[in-house]
Nanobody, 121 residues
Framework: QVQLVESGGGLVQAGGSLRLSCAAS????????MGWFRQAPGKEREFVAA????????YYADSVKGRFTISRANDKNTVYLQMDSLKPEDTAVYYC??????????????WGQGTQVTVSH
């Protein structure tokens, strides 16, 4: 059974940083693109960032471009989301997801349970 487990969420002041991690129990992790999504209370889930299987290509939502960085370590079956210059509007539950990498747009098959990120004023 495939599992994606997020960690690293928490409470941080505006302007601060957090680093999220997502560990995947995927034997074919290096064949999967990985993505981060988030869902704020009362809002729909939205795309945050994605990275190709090799890590050579990455994609970001306009709202996080220049502040967030997605990366991966295929030898550790882990994807990361470095979040800097955090804003209160970044408050949400953050989810990681995996998709076989046939090129974008990615069709995500596996999802984690999420980790809460709260940014205070």
């Amino acid at each position: 059974q495939v599992q994606l487990v997020e960690s690293g969420g928490g409470l941080v002041q505006a302007g601060g940083s957090l680093r999220l991690s997502c560990a995947a129990s995927l034997r074919t992790f290096s064949m999967h693109a990985m993505g981060w999504f988030r869902q704020a209370p009362g809002k729909e889930r939205e795309f945050v960032a994605a990275i190709s299987w090799s890590g050579n290509r990455s994609y970001y939502a306009d709202s996080v471009k220049g502040r967030f960085t997605i990366s991966r370590a295929n030898d550790k079956n882990t994807v990361y989301l470095q979040m800097d210059s955090l804003k209160p509007e970044d408050t949400a539950v953050y989810y990681c997801a995996a998709a076989r990498d046939y090129g974008p747009p990615y069709d995500y098959s596996y999802w984690g349970q999420g980790t809460q990120v709260t940014v205070s004023h």
